[in-house]
């Protein structure tokens, strides 16, 4: 290496080893600086110089004494969780949400944004009103802001690339939210910070790669490999949504027909149901009949609790149609899943968003389908399982995504 | 760093920059000291003592000088592309087919054992048969040998987990290699390989990402990410062939109906193209109606492009389901290149193996698939094209997997 080399190296490797420093005290929870430096093979002086830096900024503080192994007894130390905090933002669902959040991923304050159907502009809008808001919530120093939205998105460039349903195109989101407010500002696809939020503050934390499928407005899939986000050539990596899944299948908003989103998404399951209560006098959702549009994933998924046939009990002739939505959408997801394995042989797979709410009888078909259609000696070493993140999701990928990118705390 | 991290850092980096330096010379076919250093931003003490060290061994050989610039005129270097030599090895074929390769991919020695049904013990013993046939035919120092398999493989241990024509199971190739020929042994899965061909011989070694979907007996995809081969998990990455793509399809030897392999292999359209033989009379393959075993991809290729079916012209009804056969085989794999671009969202997709003896019909017809099962946003910046390495594909792969392990010649 050359000089000008080497001390470029020299460089990073000073932020690097900080940047272990942090995440070896954030990891060990209570942890003195022999014990840094023994579980990170740092010198001595390079962890002191690391604690000495994040103590005066305030991330790290001495917590009293640790256990004497003979000598005096070692000092502890520790990450002040409530220290800083971070903007977590999900536009992914009906209204905008957001929530500041310390360095644990624990929630300190909330808000929403009715969408009503707002898009365009109008939609940019009520981001600023729901960043301003948070921020004026806030009680820390703000470490910057992470936003999961819909659609095609250019992570490197912060840029939506297109989100069919806020009728965005090349909207360069981060540019604008970093000019406007003055902090740095990350940007992914919802679902892959479904994943993210796995991997950093779910149970997942220690599986080096996962795949989250998320099924809510649309359905998408959360690819981390080694530890990281994976994107694509073409940043569209777990788009698959739109891929065919019915043989001439209903009409997509994507100009396709047949996509994995015209069958296993909340919204078409509630779409099929809508019309169920209005054409079948039968049906548990036939007190709808009149306000059809007032049916919402959870109201189907109260109906077949409610009839049974979600916990296994026998279905009645009226509400096997509402079973049989969901089937087609396990099915469906189970397809997906088993592509997922032909592809990326992937041991870990999560079914999440608000179609989580049908449980083992979701869970089940989508299981076995994926055993059906895919190499037997893959597919059962890949576990399936149901989240257990619920709607706060998106949000703790989004936070999970600063933490990262400004802090190295999840980093591989 | 401690101390002991330290030096072990301090080797590795001697290591790393002395295959550099190779990697260099290699690339840039004549080059100077000088312009190696400009090239790595390696001192020029660290590239003459790694050129001191390639030259001693035999690899790289001083050429004469090239154009002064002032002083006196540079020394030129090369690599000696016969310096040493490589074993490839292709076991995914009717008959086991291996050769001697120089540096640079060109082969110089063939060996072919025909396998005739044999498989387990048998067929491992009709290996030793080959790699001994083709250590006899080097005449240059043997960097490893490379070994091509169809199966589900453990690259790591370099076991073969499962190759179903085989009867392999558990079979620890590369132990048994290794402990009989005393030579380094990489092994991996055909289609793997055919993708590492690509990016190290062929004409996409500038991609940093591509998939070879290939398919000959069965169907496989072979997935490089960042210069490097994509294994999944549990190794299975690519192993598409077994993903579900016809409802209620043929019966599969994997136990499942309907998997890719049963429509789009070359052994799906030869087996389909015999019983057409057998059963019309008016069919171009008519004349093999008493021995249709004698029917092969090329039969069916050769019948079709007489016939002008797959040059564009107007087919007989006769022909038609010939041509239907290749139809079939291409939505197939353009309903798998849909399933890849939604998952991996990959710029570049290649078809390979036997039945790219179809051409643009075939391609055609993928590409169409591919645009319409999957997000045209994602798809329309995936080309998908016919590989044109040819049979010698996997034996490529194979000897650049050993160039790349041993030598680092291909690294990232």
Redesign the interface.
């Given at each position: 290496?050359?000089r000008r080399?080497q001390k470029a190296t020299r460089k990073q490797?000073k932020a690097h080893n900080r940047r272990l420093v942090l995440k070896t005290i954030y990891d060990g929870g209570r942890i003195s600086r022999a014990d840094v430096a023994r579980a990170t093979?740092?010198?001595r002086t390079?962890v002191s110089d690391g604690v000495a830096w994040w103590i005066e900024k305030g991330f790290v503080e001495e917590v009293g004494f640790g256990p004497s192994a003979g000598g005096k007894p070692p000092i502890l130390l520790r990450v002040v969780d409530d220290s800083h905090q971070v903007i977590g933002i999900d536009l992914a669902s009906d209204e905008f949400r957001g929530a500041v959040v310390n360095l644990r991923g624990e929630i300190r304050e909330r808000s929403t944004q009715p969408l009503n159907d707002r898009d365009g502009k109008a939609a940019l809008a009520l981001i600023y009103t729901l960043v301003s808001d948070l921020i004026a919530a806030t009680d820390r120093p703000i470490l910057g802001i992470g936003i999961g939205t819909p659609g095609?998105m250019d992570p490197i460039q912060g840029v939506v690339?297109?989100a069919v349903n806020l009728d965005w195109q090349d909207l360069p989101l981060r540019h604008l939210l970093k000019n406007r407010y003055g902090l740095p500002v990350h940007v992914a696809n919802d679902s892959q910070l479904a994943a993210l939020a796995e991997y950093t503050f779910g149970a997942e934390n220690n599986a080096?790669?996962l795949v989250v499928i998320k099924s809510d407005h649309g359905v998408g899939?959360g690819?981390v490999l080694n530890g990281q986000l994976f994107?694509?050539?073409?940043?569209?990596?777990?788009?698959?949504?739109?891929?065919?899944i019915v043989?001439n299948g209903q009409p997509c908003r994507?100009?396709?027909v047949g996509c994995l989103e015209t069958v296993a998404s909340a919204r078409a399951i509630v779409q099929q149901a809508r019309t169920i209560a209005r054409d079948n006098p039968g049906s548990p959702l036939r007190h709808f009949a009149d306000n059809p549009e007032r049916i919402t994933i959870d109201t189907v998924c109260d109906a077949l609790t409610q009839s049974g046939s979600v916990s296994g009990g026998e279905a009645s002739a009226d509400t096997a149609a509402l079973a049989d939505l969901v089937q087609q959408a396990a099915r469906a997801l189970g397809?997906a899943a088993?592509?997922?394995?032909?592809?990326?042989?992937?041991?870990?797979i999560l079914i999440a968003g608000s179609v989580t709410c049908f449980g083992s009888v979701l869970l089940d078909q989508v299981r076995a389908t994926m055993l059906?259609?895919?190499?037997?000696?893959?597919a059962s070493?890949?576990e399936v399982e149901i989240s257990t993140m619920g709607p706060d999701m998106v949000i703790l990928g989004a936070s999970g995504l600063v933490l990262t990118q400004e802090l190295g705390l999840f980093a591989p």
């Open positions: 290496m050359n080399a490797t093979d740092l010198t390079t095609l690339r297109r080096d790669s899939a690819i994107h694509g050539d073409s940043f569209g990596a777990g788009e698959i949504g739109h891929v065919t043989e994507c100009g396709n397809i088993a592509n997922l394995v032909g592809v990326l042989s992937i041991k870990r059906q259609r895919s190499l037997a000696l893959v070493e890949t």
